[in-house]
C-alpha cells in the first residue's frame, strides 16, 4: 500500500523560504520518480519540479533556480526547498510518484503519476 504524505507548507512573506518533505512508504520498486506538483485556486494542477531514480531533475521554468528537488539516500522522503518565494507560489502542493523510470521530459505530465499525496498549503504574502 504505496502512501506519500506531505508536509512543511505554511504561510510566509514572499521572499521567504520554506521546506516541503513528503514522506513515503509502501514502495517495493527498485525504480521510482517522483514530482512535485502545484494547484492554485481555479488553475489546473501543474508539474513543478520531478526527480527520477537516477536522480536527474526536471523544474518548470517558473521555478527554476529558486527551487530544489532532492531525495534522501534511503529514497524514502523527497524534499523540495523552496526560496525566494512569490506570491504567484501561493498554491496546494502536492507529491507523486510513480514506479516506473520516466524520460525527463515525462517528469513534470502529471497524468505520468500514479500515486499522489494529500496535499500541503503553501500562501505567499
Known amino acids: 500500500h504505496v502512501q506519500l504524505v506531505e508536509s512543511g507548507g505554511g504561510s510566509v512573506q514572499a521572499g521567504g523560504s520554506l521546506r516541503l518533505s513528503c514522506a513515503a512508504s509502501?514502495?517495493?520498486?527498485?525504480?521510482?520518480?517522483m514530482g512535485w506538483f502545484r494547484q492554485a485556486p481555479g488553475k489546473e494542477r501543474e508539474g513543478i519540479s520531478g526527480?527520477?531514480?537516477?536522480?536527474?531533475?526536471s523544474y518548470a521554468d517558473s521555478v527554476k533556480d529558486r527551487f530544489t528537488i532532492s531525495r534522501d539516500s534511503a529514497r524514502v522522503t523527497l524534499i523540495l526547498q523552496m526560496n525566494n518565494l512569490k506570491p504567484e507560489d501561493t498554491a496546494t502542493y502536492y507529491c507523486?510518484?510513480?514506479?516506473?523510470?520516466?524520460?525527463?521530459?515525462?517528469?513534470?505530465?502529471?497524468?505520468?503519476?500514479?500515486?499522489w499525496g494529500q496535499g500541503t498549503q503553501v500562501t505567499v504574502s
Open positions: 526527480i527520477d531514480s537516477d536522480g536527474s531533475t
Open positions: 507523486a510518484a510513480v514506479p516506473t523510470a520516466l524520460p525527463w521530459y515525462f517528469l513534470l505530465r502529471r497524468d505520468k503519476y500514479e500515486y
Open positions: 509502501g514502495f517495493t520498486y527498485s525504480s521510482y520518480c
